[in-house]
């Protein structure tokens, strides 16, 4: 930066140098050949529009400039004027030549002004933007702490009291503390992925991973799960990104589903990507709006009178992005829904630490031999 900054004005006064000394030596040429200055005194404005580009004078030092060199030169063809060296008619010139340049200066001053105001402008939205999603980010991060106390003191209450009614009311607060939890992880990550934070990629068996995610949520609720991961699949991905990315499609899917529906979740490769399919038997995605339900805050109120965020699929779609993959909606085998992602796999060294990621209290991880990764896992609830 230090470089560039003081490259830039070395560069202007030798743009200033070389257009002063061209400036003299076209008055002298004028000078030194009466009847022929016409050239001369044209190249010399022609070299002031030209210079101008490059180097915006300010307003106040380029009216000078041309006053000056309009002087000058007319000077010079005045006096070769009264030594009948050229007509009275080219005398015009000294006005004419002046405004043209004034002119162009005139309109290339208005757009320098115009674009520095755009650019300032910008950089104040820029700004702005930036303070609003740190404000965002800070609060949200606030925030979990009371959400995680609170939720700690339900679940005490919830062992405290065991009438039926008090726990289903306590059932219901805790709900939407973590459901409240959840939206603030995907604010989090969705300014993350907006100021272009880094992901913290590690070399990961998706299809394992997954695995285990849709098998922990299984018995969340009454349906027909299915879970298929037919084998190891390796690539490199932000596990902490990727769980918000599983946990939000299959929320998703059971926000549209009922008991009597059924879940599929698939991990499998096809040529060099893999697939992440999360299906359900609900009610499905209307053709129509299947591009707008990545962008976010849109939703559809679901069969349970859910509405939702709005943020889910929209984080989706950010991660799914920054991992170098491709999602999209459509309709499933089911007869429902179908979010299908894709990306990239990775050709492991066989001395990479592949593993996954099992977090404390978690149901145990889809068996890892040989028996179960060439068979289809399926789970019915």
Known sequence: M????SRAPRQQVV?????????????????AEPGQETIPYHLLFFALAVVYGFRVWGPDKTIWLIVVISAV????MVLHWRQDSIEAAELIEILLMPAIVGAMVFHAHR??????RMHDQARERTEALVRQRELLRDACHAMRTPVTIARGHIELLQLELPQEKSNKDLQVVRSQIDRMARMMSRLIALTELDRGDALLRQPTDVAGFVAEIGLNWTPAASRRWQVIAPHPIAALIDREYFEIVVDSLIENALNYTTPDDAI???CDQQGTECVIEVADSGPGIPVEVRDQVFERYWHNEAPNGSSGSGLGLAVVRSIVLAHGGAVEATASPEGGALIRLRIPV???????????????GASPPMDTGTDAWSSVRHLQQ
């Not at 230090?2 to 900054?5: C, E, G, H, P």
């Not at 002063?20 to 000078?31: E, K, P, R, Y």
């Not at 990775?346 to 404390?360: G, Y």
């Open 346 to 360: 990775t050709a492991l060294d066989p001395m990479d630490d592949v593993t996954i990621d099992v977090r404390s």
């Open 111 to 116: 757009h320098a002004v115009a674009s520095r």
């Open 15 to 31: 743009v200033d140098l070389v257009f002063g000394g061209f400036c003299a030596l076209m008055l002298v040429l004028m000078f």
């Open 264 to 266: 599929r979740i698939e």
């Open 2 to 5: 230090s470089d560039t900054s």
């Open 73 to 76: 030169s007319g000077v010079v």
